[in-house]
Nanobody, 121 residues
């Protein structure tokens, strides 16, 4: 089995910072893309940022200039550094990855359980 475990969520004041981490574990042959999504109450899940295996990065307009996605391939981990946080950033943040488990050798989309980020005074 392959799973993603997120950490780093919490409560911060507007203008503060958080760093989210997501580590993939299990018998993995390879990992292609890794990224972050978020879902606020009453809203649909939206893409925040992605990082490909080729080190290309993509950001939603709402994240540009404030968030930075990075990867440590040796640790099978992706990070999301979030600065200048706003109340509208409040959401459950989900890690997502496309992996090839050794057991199947077929591409599998895996989601983490989510970590809550709350931005308020």
């Amino acid at each position: 089995q392959v799973q993603l475990v997120e950490s780093g969520g919490g409560r911060v004041q507007p203008g503060g910072s958080l760093r989210l981490s997501c580590a993939a574990s299990g018998s993995i042959f390879s990992i292609t893309d890794m990224g972050w999504y978020r879902q606020a109450p009453g809203k649909e899940r939206e893409l925040v940022a992605t990082a490909t295996s080729g080190a290309n990065t993509y950001y939603a307009d709402s994240a540009k200039g404030r968030f930075t996605i990075s990867r440590n391939n040796a640790k099978n981990t992706v990070y999301l550094q979030m600065n200048s946080l706003k109340p509208e950033d409040t959401a459950v943040y989900y890690c997502q990855s496309k992996v090839i488990p050794i057991a199947t050798m077929r591409l599998l989309e895996v989601w983490g359980q989510g970590t809550l980020v709350t931005v308020s005074s």
